[in-house]
């Protein structure tokens, strides 16, 4: 990819979940309920997912320090668990030139796969 974009593929994720903490990102207060932190070998994404009511950020590419974050509604964050549980490979893109491009993907799968 190109010097402002990462690609790594997740090894581990941990999953956070706040009743609500109100705080400052990045000069933009936001209003947080669960983090899920995606690692792979050198690089970390960071999904928080925010209250209803807050202000959503867009997505962050540090790859100075190899961080990404993005921003998604609390609603998703069991669809997301439920993908890193389910799923592998997965990988995290990060954006620096096109920052709401940030994401996480899985490879192509055959229809019909189902469970192991």
């Not at 997912?49 to 921003?71: H, W």
Request: charged share 30%.
């Amino acid at each position: 990819m190109a010097d402002n974009n990462a690609l790594f593929e997740v090894k581990e994720y941990m999953v956070i979940v706040r009743q609500l903490e109100v705080t400052d990102f990045q000069g933009t207060e936001i209003r947080l309920r669960g983090i899920v932190r995606c690692h792979g070998d050198e690089y970390m994404l960071d999904v928080y997912f925010l209250d209803e009511d807050s202000v959503f950020p867009t997505p962050v590419c540090d790859l100075e320090k190899k961080r990404g974050y993005m921003f998604l509604p609390i609603s998703s964050m069991t669809m997301l668990i439920d993908l890193l549980r389910n799923e592998k490979p997965i990988f995290a893109h990060l954006r620096g030139d096109r920052p709401e491009w940030t994401s996480l993907t899985t490879t192509k799968e055959p229809v019909g796969e189902g469970e192991g």
